[in-house]
């Protein structure tokens, strides 16, 4: 048995990957540490899906080989996206590497990592490389990291689009959904754990259940979860916006614990642009699904992603896009210019967008979107919201959290004034004042 560290990259998703093979790894025997330099072998969980991210996961594969003293420790795995992307041409490109296991073998890196840690490994490399069809379920041992009120649900793994820019579908396999129950069970344990958030999440957290063919949806699962009177926050992120049904806005809106926030990526506004992508949709069918959730949920919070400098962008097709970023008014809003990916369909189309003017254009629309922020949090000041205290301020040392607007990491605090909460806990705040992203107010104690 080995002593083992793991290095999360990438997204939630990912992460969830790591929590389950870390708990595969103890309960097959294996210590595991924190510290890469403590551990003879070092698994490195990649993602893959564009080039900065394969170049980040090299980097780090290389760091921890660096660490590699004359025994030969730490032996390095690879394991993730990397390896199914890639798959037998990382053998010759990575020598250094002593394993590499794919998404869809995660239920054998118990056993890779024996593999690894004894002197057979140093005969030569390993690959281990299923076909991505692998799900984990509530059964399987698991060791949640980072804050333990806060814990990810992924209710279904792989995605059945095929938008032209992503590699997402080749590298994760079609959608596919873990059963209702098992999902039920893996909520009920964490209630029953303390969890304060549960944060459901997939590549397209909308489309769970279509698969399945016994009637099930995201709606009706969220009405057969067992919520009872928990204290929390269940949050739904990644919605795809052909998964944006009325039937799934009622949901929302009649479970007291599954927050009014909607995560819907629309990657752009223009007609032409989002068939190039291989997405339905419009600006105009866009702004009524817009009207429709915050008709049907009031005080929703709605949080979008853009592409900028797709190939084939014009400015009239920017013009759009800003155009109905102004009129949606998005609560929050990520964009990132285009990432030339080869591979996918959309890099073998003509007339790509020259860098600088992606990057002019993403200014615009951020710059755009820095005001309605405002905009939109000073209308927050005088409201009272709830809190979910998770630390503290690092300029101020006040004590900080989250509204149920604001989905971990991506979106903005609240700076609460006055003597810390506990970290974990809720606390209703008053807003007195409001910045770009964040806000700042006063507890009531009352
Ligand atoms: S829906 Fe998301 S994960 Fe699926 S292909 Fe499109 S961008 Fe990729």
Known sequence: MARVALISLGCPKNLVDSEVMLGLLQAAGHEIVEDAEAAEVVIVNTCAFIEPAVEEAIEALLDVVELRGDGGTPRVICAGCLT???????????PEIDAFVGPGSVAEIADVVARCAGERSRAGQLLVQAAPTWLYSAEMPRIRTGREWLAHVKIADGCSHSCAYC????????????????IRREVAALIDDGVREICVIAQDTSAWGRDLDDGWTLARLLGSLDLGAWDGWLRLQYLHPDGMVPELLDAVAGVEQVVPYFDVPLQHAHEAILRSMGRRGSAESYLRMIADIREAVPG????????????GETQEHFATLLAFAEQARFDRLSAFPYWDEPGTRAAELPDQVPADEALDRLEA????????????????????????????????????????????????????????????SFVDVRITNAEEHDLRGVADRS
């Open 84 to 94: 199914q992307r890639y798959g037998e041409g990382l053998l010759a490109e990575l």
């Open 167 to 182: 590699m997402i579908p080749s590298i994760r396999g079609p959608y596919r959904s873990r059963p209702a129950e098992d």
């Open 300 to 311: 929703a919070a709605i949080r979008t992603t853009f592409i900028v400098g797709y190939p």
């Open 365 to 424: 629309l951020m710059l755009l979107q820095a005001e309605i922020s405002l905009e939109v949090n000073r209308g927050l000041v005088g409201k009272q919201m709830r809190v979910l205290i998770e630390g503290e301020d690092e300029e101020t040392g006040l004590a900080v959290g989250r509204s149920c607007r604001d989905a971990a990491d991506v979106d903005g605090e609240v700076i609460v004034d006055g003597d810390a909460p506990e970290v974990g």
